[in-house]
């Protein structure tokens, strides 16, 4: 059989990849579209140094509270109550510091401890008592609500430390390379470097133990285009005033549970407990202990998204929290994490996160009214929820298979919807009162609608081995 | 009196790769109570499921006539408003609703178009309870009833829809003695009245004792039919079990003794939610390098003796002793037991055994994580060469180690599923319906791997329905029914007839 062309066979390898993983790839390709279009309507300023490090400083504390909601919603739970548990427990440590004198230090280990404690509680309450967790955060929502107004009092408070300044203001500080943080340049390099390294060092493992994985050029297409994304947000970051305090306890966090869910034995218990309760009970997983350490982990970031809020806006207020929860959970759901357990990732909700806050900034910047910008996030939420699971049963493609096959099959494909079309001709003009040959043609077009089908699943699920190795 | 109400003819149903009924004929007088009994699988229940409409019209071929009528019943709406009930043996109660909200649920009793009249409600729904007997109050919510009372209200629902048929599935399955004893006196009562009925029946004794007649059914055939006059006990579970054990087992050695590695010392299991013993006064022992089989019935408590030595107390309080290698051990939960040398393959590997969104290697490694762990973080590599190396030794035929369970059949599921808890290094073994819904060759080849790891030393408990595996499989045989310990055998012992008769008690 002929050779394809191999510029051809590159660009459908592509198309095949991203056809085949659509669900992965679905939320990165509508950040792209949701970046371009805020781009050209406001000239170039959203994607600009300056906005665009504001649009990472804003979505810290939501992307921190999604990577939370991830497990829990995984674990086939839900959380209402982190938004007020936020406000509150950034309240606390501001109170703390700033009207009653405790030090820093002091501060954040006494809301770390109440965290936990309420964390556990509520993680008991679900996995021992059964109590839906719908309902305990709920009833959470309103309890963290009345602690926030009663430790605010009711006010707004400044906080004026300094700490709080350096972790919601101030930048990593570096020397400056011409108009470039130098610090930002080694980050975003590193990450480069490390993504390269080990998506060649899977591939070698994949190749030594005959895993069919993805080709060389795959991985190097996958490699260039992702170098751009980091080397662009890189630049942008660099250009401003580099890595932020938020950003970079985002990233950290982030990183850590990744690491978590992806290669720790908890994460995969984590998994499991989601996936199969029932198994992974009778698999000797403690169901319950997994639930409880996932609403301790929940708290804990929650703690964290207080924090970086307060000191964002420098005051402890008795209106924060309202939503916060709700942001986080959508963020989860836009990067496909499942409402039936067991599937979902850390770094999609962190670009869910994104996605969110871009269309928030991006409303903003372009001079539309705040009024409409729920609306929109709505629509975006439902749509990638359909999205989801309009892609769930995507079978894999290979297009260089299909490219041979429609050559080989070209004939056969030809005949057999020749023949359907026939059918379906004779069928229209066909006597409607001669019941017998109506039957008789509608036997015939079911036959050639079957046969038209049963050539074109064949085309569809051609692979190209089948065709190389066998000339 | 001999005049037949029911007649289904030739009835033929086809299931993706079974052929579940095969040309049944079913022939019921008015007036009667007639039983059909056959061994699980036998196609009871599908012929029950035909006959009550749940499989409608074009799903299968054949005939019923009702009352000298061809009827193709659409759903149970349409097989009950000609008067034709089912009663499940779950029971299609709402627990949280009262006796007499239940009684009429579904048909209510109206003033007008939309009014419900609850007092004439009542009134009725009191009317119905004398009939079967039942005393209780009718406000009662239907949860805080026995089972057996439940029962009654099922009965009391279908005599309120104006029942000329009542079809029971194994109606005292649930049910204690004295309950069980009720509800037959009861049917008898009703057939006074005029009410026909038709028992499916693993309980034989029960059979004799109420049967005006009973069909026989075996793989989907009608084997006998038989009349009140010739009911015989031997007769019967010869026709049950009348099958040839073919040489589809393979041959191993045959046992030579060994210690006891596993002992259980009058074991009993409460089920909290049913709010009965499931198992009770178990005494079991195995072997080192022995195969041991427990038979018995659907529902007779062999999953649930298996469970409670497994570990799995959330759902069972359980007293009595578990011997371990001559070590008195406490298994309070799964991975107690894990520690303890001791694995369970599950007989509902989809809901209990496996996690299918999720690949072959992860799920072979998911029961012993710390074999390829280090600090508890994963070592990828060596969890793909475990993988790899239970691929390869159990031939787990699939494209590559990282397919997701979902994407094999069922036969290559359940190697996987032997794979995961061989990775666990366990010397003891429960095989829980080893080899429910696969194939015949991959049968075959589960039965090749038992014998293999009995070679190595393994030890191994053989939960089956199937007697012809129990029989061609296993070194000893204990028989349960109703949770009860009813009869042991070692393999030169038994035969089908005789397990059948105990698991029948």
Not at chain 2, 17 to 27: C, F, I, P, W, Y
Request: with cysteine; glycine share 8%; charged share 20%.
């Amino acid at each position: 059989m002929k050779k394809i062309n191999p510029v051809l066979q590159y660009f459908l390898k592509i198309i095949s990849m991203l056809r085949t993983n659509i669900r992965d790839y679905g939320m990165y390709i509508a950040l792209v579209v949701i970046f371009g279009v805020f781009s050209i309507i406001t000239g170039g300023l959203f994607l600009g140094p300056v906005n665009f490090t504001n649009l990472l400083n804003q979505t810290a504390y939501v992307a921190v509270l999604a990577v939370g909601m991830t497990l829990v919603i995984v674990t086939r739970q839900i959380d209402l109550s982190v938004g007020f548990l936020g406000a509150f427990l950034g309240a606390y440590i501001v109170v703390e510091v700033e009207n009653a004198g405790a030090s820093v230090g002091l501060a954040l280990i006494t809301a770390l401890i109440i965290t936990i404690v309420i964390g556990f509680i509520k993680g008991f309450l679900v996995a021992k008592v059964r109590v839906p967790s719908f309902v305990v955060t709920l009833a959470g929502m309103f309890i963290f609500k009345g602690m926030l107004l009663l430790k605010t009092n009711s006010t707004t408070i400044p906080a004026t430390h300094e700490f709080f300044r350096i972790i919601g203001v101030n930048y990593l500080s570096s020397y400056q390379v011409g108009p470039f943080n130098l610090l930002a340049l080694i980050l975003g390099f590193l990450v480069i470097i490390t993504l390269a390294v080990m998506s060649i060092l899977r591939y070698r493992h994949d190749k030594k133990v005959g895993i069919k994985g993805n080709d060389l050029s795959m991985v190097i297409s996958k490699l260039v285009f992702l170098t751009i994304i980091i080397g662009f947000i890189t630049y942008t970051l660099a250009a401003y005033r580099g890595v932020s305090y938020l950003i970079f306890i985002t990233i950290i966090v982030v990183i850590v549970y990744h690491f978590l869910t992806t290669k720790t034995v908890l994460g995969r218990r984590i998994y499991a407990v989601g996936g199969n309760p029932d198994a992974a009970e009778l698999s000797g997983i403690s169901v319950q202990r997994i639930i409880i350490f996932v609403f301790i982990s929940m708290g804990v970031l929650t703690m964290i998204a207080g924090l970086m809020y307060v000191s964002m806006l420098r005051t402890a207020n008795p209106n924060y929290g309202i939503s916060w929860e709700l942001y986080a959970i959508a963020a989860t759901y836009i990067g496909g994490t499942s409402a039936n357990g067991g599937v979902g990732k850390v770094i999609n909700s962190f670009v869910g996160a994104i996605v969110i806050m871009s269309i928030q900034n991006g409303m903003k910047l372009a001079g539309f009214p705040s009024n409409i910008e729920p609306v929109v996030l709505g629509a975006v939420l439902l749509l990638a929820v359909i999205f989801d699971i309009y892609t769930r049963n995507v079978r894999s493609i290979d297009l260089v298979g299909v490219h041979y096959a429609k050559v080989k099959y070209n004939e056969e494909f030809a005949l057999a919807r020749n023949n359907y079309l026939e059918a379906k001709k004779a069928l229209k003009v066909v006597d409607k009162e001669d019941n017998l040959k109506v039957l008789e043609l509608e036997f015939e077009l079911m036959k050639a609608q079957g046969q038209y089908n049963q050539i074109k699943d064949r085309i569809r699920s051609s692979k190209e081995e089948e065709f190389v190795n066998g000339v | 009196m001999n005049k037949t109400i029911l007649e289904m003819r030739s009835i033929t149903k086809q299931f993706p790769g079974v052929k579940a009924l095969d040309d049944v004929t079913l022939h019921v007088n008015e007036g009667e109570i007639h039983c059909i009994v056959g061994e699980n699988g036998a196609g009871k229940s599908t012929l029950m499921k035909v006959l009550s409409g749940i499989h409608g019209p074009g799903t299968y071929s054949g005939d019923i006539v009702f009352q000298g009528e061809v009827k193709a019943f659409n759903g149970i709406r349409d097989s009950v408003n000609s008067g034709i009930v089912i009663i499940n043996q779950e029971l299609a109660l709402f627990p949280d609703l009262t006796v007499y909200e239940n009684v009429f649920v579904g048909h209510e009793l109206v003033n007008n178009k939309f009014l419900v009249d609850w007092k004439k409600t009542r009134e009725e729904t009191k009317r119905y309870l004398d009939m079967v007997g039942l005393d209780v109050d009718i406000y009662d919510h239907v949860g805080t009833l026995g089972v057996g009372k439940q029962q009654l209200v099922e009965i009391a629902k279908a005599l309120s829809q104006q029942v000329k048929v009542l079809i029971l599935d194994e109606p005292t399955a649930a049910l204690n003695e004295d309950d069980s004893k009720n509800l037959l006196n009861l049917l008898k009562e009703l057939k006074k009245s005029g009410v026909t009925s038709i028992m499916i029946s693993h309980k034989l004794k029960e059979v004799i004792s109420i049967a005006d007649s009973v069909t026989i059914l075996r793989d989907g055939r009608v084997v006998a039919r038989m009349e009140k006059d010739e009911l015989d006990e031997q007769v019967i579970i010869k026709h049950m079990v009348g099958r040839e054990i073919g040489n589809i087992f393979p041959k191993r050695p045959p046992y030579k003794g060994g210690d006891i590695v596993l002992e259980t010392i009058n074991l009993n299991s409460f089920d909290k939610t049913k709010g009965r013993y499931v198992v009770f006064n178990s005494n079991i022992k195995l072997h080192r390098g022995e195969v041991v089989g427990i038979a018995g019935l659907m529902g007779a408590g062999r999953t649930e003796l298996a469970l409670s030595i497994f570990g799995n107390s959330k759902k069972y309080k359980i007293s009595g002793g578990v011997i371990v290698n001559d070590k008195r051990v406490d298994l309070n939960s799964p991975s107690s037991a894990i520690e303890n040398g001791i694995a369970y393959v599950s007989e509902d590997r989809k809901r209990n055994g496996l996690i299918l969104t999720e690949t072959i290697s992860e799920n072979i490694t998911l029961s012993a994580l710390r074999k390829i762990s280090r600090n508890g973080i994963l070592n990828f590599s060596k969890q793909d060469e475990v993988a790899e190396s239970y691929v390869g030794n159990l031939s787990i035929r699939t494209p590559s180690i990282h397919q997701r369970l979902r994407n094999l059949s069922g036969g290559n599921q359940q190697k996987v599923q032997i794979g995961k808890w061989l990775f666990t290094e366990p010397n003891i073994l429960i095989l829980d319906e080893p080899t429910r819904g696969i194939d015949v060759g991959s049968k075959f080849e589960i039965y090749t791997i038992i014998n293999d790891l009995v070679a190595q030393g393994m030890s191994i408990l053989m939960i089956s329905s199937e007697l012809p595996e129990i029989l061609g499989m296993c070194d000893r045989i204990y028989v349960i029914s109703e949770g009860v310990q009813t009869a042991e055998f070692t393999s030169e012992e038994a035969t089908a007839e005789k397990i059948m008769a105990m698991a029948t008690v």
